[in-house]
């Protein structure tokens, strides 16, 4: 069974605003390498209607910067599955609806994927992590108080305590953190 690994950034704050942070070729580099490392990417309808307007055209152009044409080029050929109840067409390569009961499904996608599926969206993750579902997290933290916008995993019912895998700091004073779910 492939693990469900939540990665997002996140300002000092919490902020998930995407327009927030820190962005050179060093972190897209590090975010295509762990794209590149999963099975699959998991998508809620919001986050994936932000990606299939923004990368698809990148993935095409061929005066695009290295490393946003690979992460788009990357991206456009993995494997995307999408939670929407609203909508079912998806024109985008590689992308197939996610049905039924959430936790079944996501259980069904862990078991089929053994290199597991990477998942970014805040709403989605959220949902996830509420059932108990996500089993690693890659949290980017960028060295920014952003004072405003959406913050990370705001009304979960009840505390989570993790365990710290790794961490990694960036030129920019960018810091991932890699944790996972603590064994109970």
Known sequence: MGLLTFALNVTLDGCIDHTQGIVDDELLDYWTALMDQGGAMLFGRNTYELMEEAWPPVARDEKAPRVMREWASKLEAKTKYVVSR??????????????????????????????????????????????????????VIHPVVSGRGPTLFHGLSSRRELELVATRRFASGVMELHLRRKAN
């Open 86 to 139: 609203s909508r079912s067409d998806f024109p985008w390569q590689n992308t197939i609806r996610v049905e039924g009961d959430l936790r079944e499904a996501i259980l069904a996608l862990k078991d089929k994927t053994a290199r597991g599926l990477l998942v970014g969206a805040p709403k989605l993750s959220a949902a996830l992590e509420e059932l108990g579902l996500i089993d690693e997290y890659r949290i």
